[in-house]
């Protein structure tokens, strides 16, 4: 039962997370806003007991990921330009 729940509350915060990514126009908010959704796949593949796979899904996902879309932002402009 813990196990259900927390499935769907990490699945919760994926789809949440995914939404957050699509609509900010603020391209820093949105990088940190993908790096969280890499850590929640992480979070679920280690709940799945996939141990090396959640790992490298966190190192490599959220954390240089993340770090690479902040560097190049920072030579960009930071707000996106235009509507949806």
Same mark, same amino acid.
């Given at each position: ?9 990490? +699945?919760?915060?994926? =789809?949440?997370? *995914?939404?957050? /990514?699509?609509?900010? !126009?603020?391209?820093?908010? $949105?990088? &940190? ?9 992480? +979070?679920?593949?280690? =709940?799945?007991? *996939?141990?090396? /796979?959640?790992?490298? !899904?966190?190192?490599?996902? $959220?954390? &240089? ?20």
């Amino acid at each position: 039962m813990i196990e259900l729940l927390a499935h769907g509350l990490v +699945l919760f915060g994926l =789809i949440v997370s *995914a939404i957050m /990514v699509f609509y900010m !126009q603020d391209l820093l908010a $949105a990088a &940190l806003a993908s790096g969280l959704f890499s850590f929640l796949i992480s +979070l679920e593949f280690y =709940i799945l007991q *996939a141990p090396d /796979v959640a790992i490298s !899904q966190a190192g490599i996902g $959220a954390g &240089l990921t993340t770090a690479i879309f902040i560097i190049a932002i920072r030579g960009t402009k930071r707000f996106e330009e235009g509507h949806r």
